[in-house]
């Protein structure tokens, strides 16, 4: 009971509270970009094959390590100066998140459709850019043994800002519609109320967030181009692969496949929703704001158990739970419009994705090197990403083929080669907590 108390004091810290407003900053882009969005389009009548490759746009976080250097390196002339290098970076990129909603919000996708993609794409950018210097204060706020707690802070706040953009919009624009059905001016109207939320945010960043402690050293970009390239892009990656060795590659493949079906659950599941016949209200209820509360309880879970049990050992049920979860869909892919079901399926997938995303955090987290926190931990999140997200646009055809429960049988095998990494990783001993 004294550790668990310990474990609970750190919960209290300034730092760990301040990460549940940048997690919620974070949480608040994702699904209006992807999940809200599915929703949006297959509710106007889009095909799912056009739905999966709309999604591809979300790949762009897959890609975020190629200008995390830059926010690593550069000081902004006038912002830099009066906010300090993380501050004026996280608003420059929460600046660029409001535009992209409210160009969204204002685009009809049976009329403007590449409008739209295009808007989608610039919020996707900036946002994955607020999520590079987010990761770089978590990591360089707190020493490596309060990771733990950041990033279950982060993740709470992460699904507070997904309860927000996902069930939040849902019931707002089924309030607005009053009608079942598409309604392009009641979802237009809901994503602009997300962007003006988004400049309420930079303004709490603004007057909540300290400045964390980093290198004065970084701020030399060196004498010429050749060198700030070395520093900024060269130095970080070697700095990763001379720590690790060879066990670099295996790393880097194992975060590439930890979450393959956590990911692609995520993009697909509200065209899902919609295929069996849930309403806005119902998908709002039990998946946006019961199935939120099921991750964070998840997420405290398994900050607890790590403290508890050991963060290698929480590792391993990461890929179990997701192939648990992937068969849960399975299932209630074979009943149909069950809201019963749909608690159940929730119950167990969120819970356990919670669980096992706080001790993916943590692990990734602890593989950085201080001195190039942000450019290292976009590799590795980025990484983890891009394959499930390359992986997703391919939904709508393989269901259009298959139908929903053979798609979902296929995804929950998906869930073994990380199993098998982890293994080879174990006996390499590289990488391991």
């Known amino acids: 009971m004294t550790d668990f108390a310990a474990v609970w004091r750190v919960y209290a810290h300034p730092k760990v509270r301040a990460m549940l407003l940048l997690g919620f900053s974070s949480g608040l882009p994702l699904l209006l970009v992807i999940n809200t969005l599915s929703f949006r389009l297959r509710e106007s009548g889009m095909d799912r094959a056009l739905i999966g490759e709309v999604t591809w746009v979300a790949m762009i976080w897959g890609f975020k390590w190629l200008w995390a250097p830059l926010l690593d390196r550069i000081r902004l002339p006038?912002?830099?100066?009066?906010?300090?290098?993380?501050?004026?970076?996280?608003?420059?990129?929460?600046?660029?998140?409001?535009?992209?909603?409210?160009?969204?919000?204002?685009?009809?996708?049976?009329?403007?459709?590449?409008?739209?993609?295009?808007?989608?794409?610039?919020?996707?950018?900036?946002?994955?850019?607020?999520?590079?210097?987010?990761?770089?204060?978590?990591?360089?706020a707190v020493a490596a043994d309060w990771q733990g707690a950041m990033a279950a802070a982060y993740q709470a706040g992460y699904r507070l800002g997904m309860i927000v953009a996902g069930a939040g919009v849902l019931w707002l624009v089924a309030w607005l519609a009053g009608t079942p059905g598409y309604h392009p001016a009641a979802w237009q109207t809901a994503y602009l109320v997300m962007a003006a939320l988004m400049a309420v945010i930079m303004l709490a960043v603004l007057l909540v967030l300290d400045e964390a402690p980093w290198h004065e050293h970084l701020q030399r970009s060196g004498d010429n181009a050749g060198v700030w390239l070395v520093q900024a892009i060269v130095e970080p990656l070697s700095d990763f692969f001379c720590r690790y060795g060879g066990g670099a590659v295996?790393?880097?493949?194992l975060a590439a496949a930890y979450r393959i079906p956590d990911v692609v659950l995520g993009v697909m599941s509200n065209t899902f929703y919609v295929d069996m016949g849930f309403t806005k209200s119902e998908v709002a209820m039990?998946?946006?704001?019961?199935?939120?509360?099921?991750?964070?309880?998840?997420?405290?879970?398994?900050?607890?158990?790590?403290?508890?049990?050991?963060?290698?050992?929480?590792?391993?049920?990461?890929p179990l739970f997701s192939g648990i979860g992937a068969l849960c869909y399975a299932w209630l892919a074979g009943r149909g419009h069950d809201v019963s079901g749909l608690v159940l399926t929730i119950s167990v997938d969120n819970l356990a994705g919670g669980l096992a995303s706080t001790a993916f955090i943590a692990w990734l987290s602890g593989l950085t090197s201080r001195e190039f926190s942000a450019g290292q931990y976009a590799l590795l999140s980025s990484v983890q990403m891009l394959l499930p997200k390359f992986i997703a646009g391919f939904f709508g055809f393989l269901v259009n083929a298959w139908g929903y429960p053979a798609f979902f049988r296929g995804l929950a095998l998906l869930a073994l080669p990380a199993l098998l990494l982890l293994w080879l990783l174990q006996r390499s001993g590289r990488g391991v907590p």
């Open 286 to 318: 039990v998946s946006k704001i019961y199935g939120v509360a099921m991750t964070l309880a998840g997420a405290g879970m398994g900050g607890l158990m790590i403290a508890r049990f050991g963060l290698w050992r929480m590792l391993w049920l990461g």
């Open 78 to 140: 006038w912002l830099g100066r009066r906010l300090g290098r993380r501050r004026s970076w996280l608003l420059v990129a929460q600046a660029g998140v409001m535009v992209g909603l409210a160009g969204m919000g204002w685009q009809d996708p049976r009329l403007a459709l590449p409008a739209m993609v295009w808007f989608a794409a610039l919020t996707a950018f900036s946002a994955a850019s607020q999520d590079v210097v987010v990761d770089a204060w978590r990591i360089e």
């Open 250 to 253: 295996l790393i880097l493949v």
